[in-house]
């Protein structure tokens, strides 16, 4: 069992930034691709971003494209998702979630793709 944690969430004015983290237990973080998700009020769960075990491939959501960047520290356990310029419309709750690699990293996008999750944290942009 993976347990994951997020952190770094908040309120913060258009154009701002924020890091978030995401700390994992239960398994050796290498053997996990990691994502974020986010979820908006009254929206579905969406895709942000991915990263392969080894931190080498990164895959985006074109609507946070050169604004986000998502980076991991296998060393200390942790997936930290770099948001900048934020907008109004990146309010949502963000997710942490990992996938457990059995044969190659696949960057999945959809949320069926992924073993765990953490409880989330919450992010608000005010105009």
């Known amino acids: 069992q993976v347990q994951l944690v997020e952190s770094g969430g908040g309120l913060v004015q258009a154009g701002d930034s924020l890091r978030l983290s995401c700390a994992a237990s239960?398994?050796?973080?290498?053997?996990?691709?990691m994502g974020w998700f986010r979820q908006a009020p009254g929206k579905e769960r969406e895709f942000v971003a991915a990263?392969?075990?080894?931190?080498?491939?990164?895959y985006y959501a074109d609507s946070v494209k050169g604004r986000f960047t998502i980076s991991r520290d296998n060393a200390k356990n942790t997936v930290y998702l770099q948001m900048n310029s934020l907008k109004p419309e990146d309010t949502a709750v963000y997710y942490c979630a990992a996938r457990r690699v059995v044969y190659a990293d696949s960057l999945s996008t959809s949320g069926s793709g992924y073993d765990y999750w953490g409880q989330g944290t919450q992010v608000t942009v005010s105009s």
């Open positions: 990263i392969s075990r080894n931190g080498g491939t990164t």
């Open positions: 239960g398994r050796p973080f290498g053997t996990l691709e």
